[in-house]
């Protein structure tokens, strides 16, 4: 497979991947994702929904491809690099987590480092209010930031050399 077969297919999967998290969001399999967006379409797809019209067309799907495919080639060079894929993901990673940790602050109304039920569900993270009783392991009524990373699907524990 070329180059850019390659780089082609990369960017396909980044692209599924993130509407296969949106259906799975929607389905309730994913704690915190519907949160993220406000219970809408995570923003990659509203990036490639042009016309909003909740749709992605042929047409729509191969400019956004482009557009992405430009983001990540970093170096312009026309090739995607195993490195600029690492580090577009690694970037969206950080986006995300500046992203929570800032919608944790604004619901954390007593300043205390943790989030009661009360507390979540008047904040925009309605899905981890749903999902209270199931996170909040040592049933204190409240969640802590080590609760919800225990919590979320999918991921692999953090380790050390981070």
Not at 81 to 110: C, L, P, T, V, Y
């Amino acid at each position: 497979m070329n180059k850019q077969k390659t780089a082609s297919v990369l960017l396909s999967g980044l692209f599924l991947s993130g509407l296969a998290m949106a259906a799975d969001n929607r389905e309730g399999h994913e704690m915190h994702g519907e949160n993220m967006h406000g219970g809408s379409m995570p923003p990659m797809f509203s990036q490639f929904d042009k016309n909003n019209d909740g749709r992605i067309s042929r047409e729509e799907m191969k400019a956004g491809m482009d557009n992405l495919f430009t983001e990540v080639d970093t170096n312009k060079d026309g090739l995607l690099s195993n490195e600029e894929m690492q580090a577009h993901r690694k970037a969206m990673h950080e986006k995300h987590a500046e992203m929570m940790s800032e919608r944790w602050k604004a619901a954390d109304k007593d300043g205390d480092s943790a989030l009661s039920k009360s507390e979540l569900e008047s904040s925009k993270m309605t899905g981890m209010a749903r999902n209270f009783d199931k996170l909040d392991k040592n049933k204190d009524g409240k969640l802590t930031q080590d609760e919800i990373v225990a919590g979320m699907p999918h991921r692999a524990p953090r380790d050390s050399k981070r």
